[in-house]
């Protein structure tokens, strides 16, 4: 069995699944090293598997981005990114394009020397790398050495051919999709950061490693031999360019604990208030907009009286402790996969983990996208039938009813054959085919 370093960003949202998946991979025997920023120690406890600190960014989010401890610099971006949200889906894609430099390619020097000195020390036979993570693709594509790529979200982040940008999604849902003109300047702002990026990767790789072969365009810079998606194989998807192992793994969690004892008695709470039960959390940084939850929130309780709702609220928890009453519970962050077995719909904002979440658990969702690939999550989800998909900007609390019942009679009828699909998979069955994959495969090449 080989061994396997494990490479991740310092965000929750991909640490997470990439640490389960190195816990899958050491179940079936392979000797697993989880490397990621020392605040991620406890993900590789939880899987049982070696840490190895490494920090491949100066950007992080332990579980609520705005208390995450950051730089200033970090800091003042992630405002202007939550304003930008503000101004809709094409304003906040411009904005985290010309933030792309900081995020993804901040200190490329430094991560070739981390790097080269966790392979001398640990001796893997190879790296699984997040598809996001482009200083660490670079310095193992410079370095020569074997790796996996793990693509955390939408699968169209493996750039399908010549024609797909990075930041410009694949498809819109019918509810966001931009005007003409709009779109133009997004595809002008990608084309010009994926020829900024791959100047940028062509000089450091003709500087660091001349007699390797060129990385050629930036944003598709993949593992030759294996792709893992935590995504499930939706007939509609871009095809992807040919070559590696395409593993679309349906999902990347952990099996969900059953709630607690203490969260039991607050769900048994709930339901005794209100015949049906709504989670609402949208994400990490997006928890942020809290006029967004609590528009969601009111209009749940001024527009269906027999449904509560679990508000994952993040720092804004206080500023919306307002609305807590037997049939509103507004905390910072919640056990989401285990309520995800007990509720009865998700409002979630789009993401990768989220999405993969309900349709394993077979929930229905309204799905409100902000930002990044959470459009093309949102057009996946409403063309599965698995969800109705709004634009936060524009939504009314007296919109939620409506959209809610939607969902209920429209999209909970198409999840038992989706949930069934996504169960068949996961990290294990993730985890033996990239062995399968690796073994194929001459290290070193």
């Known amino acids: 069995m080989p061994r396997v370093v494990v490479v991740s960003p310092p965000f929750l949202s991909h640490a997470q699944p990439l640490s389960v998946l190195a816990g899958a991979l050491r179940d079936l025997g392979a000797e697993v090293f989880f490397a990621c920023a020392p605040a991620f120690e406890h993900l590789a406890r939880r899987a049982a598997v070696e840490f190895v600190p490494l920090s491949v960014t100066r950007n992080a989010n332990t579980g609520v981005a ?14 202007e990114f939550l304003d930008a949200t503000r101004e809709g889906a094409v304003a906040t894609l411009l904005t985290q394009a010309r933030h792309r430099h ?62 797909a940008w990075f930041g410009v999604p694949y498809d819109w849902p019918e509810a966001l999709r931009p005007a003409p003109d709009r779109l133009a300047e997004l595809r002008y702002a990608a084309r010009r950061n994926d020829t900024a990026f791959t100047g940028l990767f062509a000089e450091f790789a003709r500087r660091h490693a001349p007699s390797r072969p060129a990385p050629g365009r930036a944003f598709a810079l993949s593992s030759p031999h294996a792709v893992v998606h935590a995504y499930p194989d939706l007939p509609w998807l871009p095809l992807p360019p040919p070559g590696p192992a395409r593993l679309f793994a349906g999902h990347m969690a952990a099996d969900p604990e059953p709630l607690d004892a203490r969260w039991r008695t607050r769900f048994d709470a709930l339901r005794a208030a209100g015949e049906r039960v709504v989670l609402i959390a949208l994400g990490t940084f997006l928890s942020a907009r809290d006029d967004v939850l609590r528009s969601v929130a009111t209009g749940v309780l001024e527009g269906l009286p027999d449904v509560s709702v679990v508000v994952a609220a993040g720092e804004r928890a206080g500023a919306l402790a307002d609305l807590a009453d037997e049939r509103v519970l507004v905390l910072p962050q919640v056990p989401q996969r285990a309520l995800l077995e007990q509720v009865d719909a998700m409002v979630h904002h789009g993401g990768g983990n989220s999405f993969t979440e309900c349709l394993r658990a077979g929930v229905p969702a309204l799905v409100l996208p902000f930002s990044s690939d959470q459009f093309a999550v949102a057009r996946d989800a409403e063309r599965a039938g698995a969800g109705l998909v709004l634009d936060p900007n524009d939504l009314k609390p007296s ?40 073994d194929r495969q001459v290290p070193g090449g």
Request: net charge negative; glycine share 4%.
């Open 102 to 163: 900081a995020d993804m390619l901040a200190d490329p020097d430094g991560v070739l020397d981390a790097l080269r000195a966790a392979d001398r020390r640990l001796r893997p036979d190879w790296y699984v790398v997040d598809q996001l993570s482009y200083p660490v693709t670079l310095a193992l594509h410079c370095l020569g050495l074997p790796y996996a790529t793990f693509c955390p979200g939408h699968p169209s982040y493996v750039l399908s051919g010549p024609d």
């Open 399 to 438: 919109d939620v009813p409506a959209a809610l019942e939607t969902v209920w009679s429209t999209a909970a009828p198409n999840l038992r054959a989706l949930a069934a699909a996504v169960r068949a998979r996961g990290p294990r069955w993730a985890a033996a085919e990239l062995l399968t994959a690796m």
């Open 66 to 79: 705005e208390a995450t401890e950051q730089d200033a610099r970090e800091a003042a971006r992630l405002r």
